[in-house]
Structure formats: structure tokens, C-alpha cells
């Protein structure tokens, strides 16, 4: 079983609507959450951080429910510039960084 | 402010020679972590610094790897001999101490194909 697992996807949603991406963790002593976007060929980039009391960031809320270990990413009125790869990532506590594979998002006009 | 910045951005060897990659981090970041994402695969840690001294290097796959950090500014991950299966993407990443320490950010990656 991979340490954190998500839906590949893709997911192709048109211009303005919502789509949200799961994501699971196998270890408990997790610390630390994040969602990282990647285009094609490029490197991660932090989207956001996940807290525990959830967070949002404009279009995009994250959720992060422990008991579950379970990570969530909401997108609101998806945009062109939104299709990419988005990777769930976890900190096992060493600083070590934990990816998942991947959910591809294609938004179309 | 300047990102991570990796050397060379591709890499084209054969089986058998060696390959050194470099990795400036973003000043005054004292943590520096390389990865590599293998054809298919997610990307996987390799090592961590903190300023010259190695954190956790539990993802190296091998002692054909050899990772620097002399000085604690930039790092250099060598592959002496490479084989096959070193073909991949390798990323470099810095962040700061503190409460901060979490969130890395990465550099654009070293291309490696090993022929």
C-alpha cells in the first residue's frame, strides 16, 4: 500500500465549475500537509498548506480530517490556468516530504 | 528573491560514467533536500541537509550517490557509476528553519537520461 494515495485521474471539468480531489495517508504520525501543483515537466509548486481547522486561499479550500487521515482540495469556478497536476504531500515529522502520484485536472472552455 | 536553482537542467550519459548535479537553494535556507521522480513513479525523497551536515539520507538508493553540501550553501548529488535506472528527474529543494521548515520549495530539476 503507497504511504499517501490519491485518483490519478484525470479529472476533465468545464471553465467555472467545482471540482474536488481526495486524498489518503497510511501513517498516523503525520505533522504536516500540503497540496503542491506541477505542470507538465515543471517542478511542485506549493498551492497551500492543509491545517486541521481547514484553510482556504481565494478558489481554493483545504481540508484535513486526522481520525480519517484524509486530505482534502476543493476548487471553485475552475479556470483554464487551473489544468495541471496536483499533488498530495505529507510530512512524516523528519522533514522528509511523502507524495502522492497525482491528480491530473483538465479544465476545458 | 531568487528560487532554487538547479545545474545542468538536463543530462545525457551513458551507462557507466558519472553525472554531478548541483543545487543552489534559496539564500539563508539552512535545509536542503534532494528527490527524484523515476518514469512513473512519485517523486521520492533522497536526502536532507541541514546547513552541511546530513538530516536523513535513508532514501539514497545506493553508494553509487554521493551528496555534498561543503560550506552549507549549494549541494552536489554525483552518480559514480550511473546505470539504467538513475534515469529520472531529480529535484532539489530549500526551506527555512523554524516554524517554517515545513513548506519546501523546489527547484526546476535535473533531467538525467542514462543510455
Known amino acids: 500500500r503507497k504511504e499517501v494515495e490519491q485518483d490519478p485521474g484525470p479529472f476533465n471539468v468545464p471553465e467555472g465549475a467545482t471540482v474536488a480531489f481526495n486524498c489518503t495517508y497510511s501513517?498516523?504520525?503525520?505533522?504536516?500537509f500540503f497540496w503542491y501543483r506541477q505542470d507538465c515537466r515543471k517542478e511542485p509548486k506549493l498551492l497551500m498548506s492543509?491545517?486541521?481547522s481547514g484553510n482556504e486561499d481565494g478558489r481554493f479550500t483545504a481540508q484535513l480530517n486526522r481520525a480519517s487521515q484524509y486530505i482534502s482540495l476543493l476548487i471553485r469556478d475552475s479556470k483554464l490556468s487551473d489544468s495541471a497536476t496536483y499533488l498530495c504531500v505529507v510530512n512524516t515529522g523528519f522533514q522528509k516530504l511523502v507524495f502522492g502520484t497525482g491528480t491530473r485536472l483538465l479544465v476545458s472552455p | 528573491e531568487a528560487g532554487v536553482t538547479q545545474f545542468p537542467s538536463h543530462s545525457v550519459i551513458e551507462k557507466g560514467q558519472t553525472v554531478t548535479l548541483r543545487c543552489d537553494p534559496i539564500s539563508g535556507h539552512d535545509n536542503l533536500y534532494w528527490y527524484r521522480r523515476v518514469m512513473g513513479k512519485e517523486i521520492k525523497f533522497l536526502l536532507h541537509?541541514?546547513?552541511?551536515?546530513?538530516?536523513?539520507e535513508s532514501g539514497m538508493p545506493n553508494n553509487r550517490f554521493l551528496a555534498e553540501r561543503t560550506g552549507g550553501t549549494y549541494s552536489t548529488l554525483k552518480v559514480q557509476p550511473a546505470e539504467l535506472e538513475d534515469s529520472g528527474v531529480y529535484f532539489c529543494a530549500s526551506s527555512s528553519s523554524g516554524r517554517a521548515r515545513h513548506e519546501q520549495f523546489f527547484g526546476p530539476g535535473t533531467r538525467l537520461t542514462v543510455l
Open positions: 492543509v491545517y486541521s
Open positions: 501513517n498516523s504520525a503525520s505533522q504536516s
Open positions: 541537509f541541514v546547513k552541511e551536515s546530513k538530516q536523513d
